[in-house]
């Protein structure tokens, strides 16, 4: 099965700052992207999906996604201490179906 | 409407008893997934189902795990003769169609004593 990585945790940050979260993947046809946010003890919650080239906003979130590099990133700006979890993000390969990563741990210092 | 729903939440079983545990997906949704998580690490893809049809077991165990999403009611994974090493977290999700988002339920918590 193909791998999905992510940036090695745990990613600090102080309150008000950016976070920023990579995810590389390995195939160019790849044509859905997903972030989801774990928080201990609890399930994953979908926060964007993207698909095509570019930067998708959602409130305080942004997603980039860059197919030629092959890599998908999560901004978090004006971090806060409740953004502390942590950040899977998701591929769907061409005849696969839905590869997470390891996931990345955010805490976010108050 | 309903999200996805999965129980039981917390299932205590003894070492080579059965377990079963049950996923509703969200409305108009047919596509399941099921998911394993142990504590502090990701999550590992077990098996992908459509209405009927099992897609990709690719991740489940050949022996005593099994999965199925009959035409009428939950999809339902079920684990034979139970370990110790099946203690985890199992998480359903489930989407609308192929290569869209999928939702999670809020998984069931195995724990084999």
């Known amino acids: 099965q193909k791998e999905v990585e992510q940036n090695s945790g745990p990613l600090s940050v102080p309150e008000g700052a950016i976070a920023s979260l990579n995810c590389t993947y390995s195939d160019r046809v790849s044509q859905s992207f997903f972030w989801y946010r774990q928080y201990s003890g609890k399930s994953p919650e979908l926060i964007m999906s993207i698909y095509s080239n570019g930067d998708k906003e959602d409130g305080r979130f942004t997603a980039q996604l860059n197919k030629a590099s092959q890599y998908v990133s999560l901004l978090i700006r004006d971090s806060q201490p409740s953004d502390s979890a942590t950040y899977l993000c998701a591929v769907i390969y061409y005849g696969q179906n839905f590869v997470f990563g390891p996931g990345t741990r955010l805490s976010v210092l108050p | 409407n309903a999200g996805v729903m999965q129980n039981p939440r917390h299932l205590v079983r003894r070492r080579g008893q059965e377990a079963r545990l049950r996923c509703s997906p969200m409305?108009?949704?047919?596509?399941v997934y099921w998911y394993r998580q142990l504590p502090e690490e990701g999550l590992k893809f077990m098996v992908y189902?459509?209405?009927?049809?099992?897609?990709?077991e690719s991740g489940m165990p050949k022996e005593r795990f099994s999965a199925e999403f009959p035409k009428e009611g939950p999809s339902i994974l079920r684990i034979q003769q139970v370990v110790r090493g099946d203690s985890a977290a199992y998480f359903c999700a489930s989407s609308l169609d192929r290569n869209t988002e999928a939702f999670f339920g809020q998984g069931t918590r195995l724990t084999v004593v």
């Open positions: 189902l459509q209405k009927e049809n099992i897609i990709d």
């Open positions: 409305k108009g949704h047919s596509h």
